[in-house]
């Protein structure tokens, strides 16, 4: 019997309890009467990593359900409250049952959060393009520990990346766009080299106006935010360099040209100008506890702004960024 432990895992947020991370233990199993055959079956994504136990959990869902996922604003959420059956597959026969990464070409979007990425893939989406918001597996994998990476048999980090992509591009194709979590922003070309066909996509905004959404929406310190923009601008960079194809995308030319910008994400896609009219009516994470109509009324700091540059002096005093790099860092700071 599979059974939910729905306090596992969960962080204090804004004065509710929502999820943070998916992971082995949110459920009660029995691992050695799990399914381990060499296909995995019809609805089935990637979960998590079980280190301990050297083996992916692979969460199984109805077709009604499997569309609600993939159509999520935050699809790790969904994933948990939808889960019908685990199934566990040891480390060493991931290659039983997936593609080889080659065959694989999606489109990564990293971002420090709250710079449209989300509002992306609904107008993607809204034009037919398949896309999918933050798969948590991905994740787990960029924020795995060095040393603990070193424990694990070569190449199977890699791997587990390539059995999360591999499931989602079995339901919406091998040139699909995931859109991460912030949280990739760690360990970026961590996913990039696992997935050699992929392209990287970096969204950024006008830095006074993000920072204010990150504390008005997450009641973060001005460290807090500085700290954050650090871990992206570094995975910004590596990526500039690491990834032969490198997009740049400003959330503010998704809002004033929606058609060039999303054109820059996903060049073979016929994108229809209706639907992406209408879903920009729309807010693209409604029903979360990150919708407008739930943070317009949280209160902000009146002393944030004019903190701000001096913790993004001292977050960014170590930094050694490109010279491209630091000319977009003062674009941002312009806008």
Known sequence: MLRRLIHCHTAETLGEHVRDFLAADDFVLNLEAAFEAGVLPPGALAYCADLACERVLFSCHTRDDMRAILAAPFMYTEQFRRVRSITSVPFERLAESLPPAESMQPTLVFSPGRTGSTLLVRLLTASGVAAVSEPDMLAQMAQLPRAR???????????????????????????????????????????????????????????????????????????????????????????????????????????????????????????????????????????????????????????????FPAAWQEASASAEWSAPTQALLAEMWRR
Request: proline fraction near 6%; hydrophobic fraction near 50%.
């Open 149 to 307: 990476a070193r424990m694990l048999p070569p190449g199977t980090r890699e791997a587990l990346c390539c059995a999360c992509v591999a499931l989602l591009a079995r339901e919406l194709g091998p040139r699909l766009v995931i859109k991460l979590r912030s949280h990739c922003n760690e360990r970026p070309l961590v996913l990039v080299r696992a997935l050699p066909g992929c392209r990287a996509v970096f969204m950024v905004r006008g830095i006074a106006q993000w920072a204010l959404s990150r504390h008005r929406v997450f009641q973060e310190s001005p460290m807090d935010v500085a700290y954050t923009l650090r871990h992206a601008i570094d995975a910004l960079d590596k990526l500039r360099f690491a990834c032969a194809d490198f997009t740049l995308v400003w959330f503010e030319d998704l809002i004033a040209r929606p058609l060039e910008t999303l054109r820059a994400v996903a060049p073979h896609a016929d994108l229809d100008a209706a639907g992406i009219t209408a879903a920009l009516r729309a807010d693209s994470q409604e029903g979360t506890i990150v919708a407008r109509s739930e943070v317009a009324g949280r209160a902000i700091d009146e002393n944030f702004l004019p903190a």
